[in-house]
């Protein structure tokens, strides 16, 4: 049987963002997202039935064509589809797999990397807290600061936790500065694709 997913875009840059900043990935950005955050810069992405969809095979031969180090799975919200034909079929390839939720549905798919970014807009799913590699929260807000304690309370120790501005809000940036400053277990993350001006 033929699977295939609605696919907003696929290209070939780098990781602007966590960890993995500067390094060289694979996109596939899955459409669909029912978390709606107000400052989304991905809005297009939301509807489900407004892409064509792509086969895996074709999935699979855009990622080995890009020859990066890693394919990154993301959106929209990547999990509200089930995601385990896909995964199979790029690492039977050899591919690294990284994938970016919210965590706002149950997790499927088979991950060498998990960026966990949950949103105050929807309650993140419990499958999500055993396979995160990296907490990421958007801070909009002061009251984000506040979430972000709340959900890094369910990790150990060991997680890596970032902070991110929201990128139209650079007034909160040094109040991050000066929640880092205090909590040195946070981590600040940029979006360097935007400073690079590249996708």
Sequence with gaps: MTISYPIVETFHSIQGEGFWSGTSAFFIRLAGCDVHCSWCD?????????YPVMDIKDLVAQSLLANSPMVV???GEPLLHNLAPLTESLKKEGLRLHLETSGSHPFS????WVTFSPKT????????????DELKIIVASQQDLQWAQ???A???DNILKYLQPEWNSTKLTPIILNYIQDNPQWRLSLQMHKFLNIP
């Design 42 to 50: 991905q809005k297009e992405t939301w509807p489900l039935n407004k």
């Design 121 to 132: 807009f929807k309650i993140p799913d419990q499958s999500i807290y055993s396979r995160a």
């Design 73 to 75: 799975i993301t959106g």
């Design 154 to 156: 369910k990790f150990d």
């Design 109 to 112: 798919g088979d991950f060498d």
């Design 150 to 152: 709340e959900i890094s």
